[in-house]
């Protein structure tokens, strides 16, 4: 598991993807998401990186931005069979990634190349690494519901995996 970076969810937004998270675990049998903060990434490191250095560029790149409106729309799949809401790409958006990744990137090694700007698709997770075939299940449930949301990012969060247990742990929530 890597230190995740990336706003977390106002509400009711926050509530909603939980629910999801709990309605997956229980229809098909999906281990509950490992960041229990409904968050969108901007970035991930190796857990190997320093948290207090990430927290202070986390908190040098929030004092540099405002809030601003995001939007989100449908489902998505990515490989290796993740479920997913994607992020519209704004203006505000990539200013604020572009600017998390040179402040991070320097810290530590991404876990994957998909966190770099020419790569990057901003998303909220509903399910990892799952079977094609129940992927393609979960999407077909999940695929009436609306996920055309609008919501204001007013912060950057810091999650990381715990010594014990599965679930990741809050280091600091930035506002911006």
Known sequence: ???????TLPEPYFERVEAVW?????RFGIDRYPNPYPHATLYGLAESADVD?????????AAEH??????TSGLGVFP???VYVPVAKSPALLDL??????ALAPLGDAPTDYYEPERWFPHVGLAL??????????VA????????????VDNVSVTRPPADGDEHQLVASVEL
């Open 1 to 7: 598991m890597a230190i995740i970076v990336g706003p």
């Open 53 to 61: 250095a990430v927290v202070a560029a986390v908190e040098r790149v």
């Open 97 to 102: 990634h572009r600017d998390a990744v040179d």
């Open 80 to 82: 290796g069979a993740h």
């Open 129 to 138: 690494s799952l079977e094609a075939d129940l992927a393609g299940e979960v």
């Open 22 to 26: 709990d309605e997956l675990a229980d």
């Open 141 to 152: 449930h999940l695929a009436e519901r609306t996920f055309a949301w609008e919501f204001t």
């Open 66 to 71: 405002d809030p601003f409106t995001v939007r």
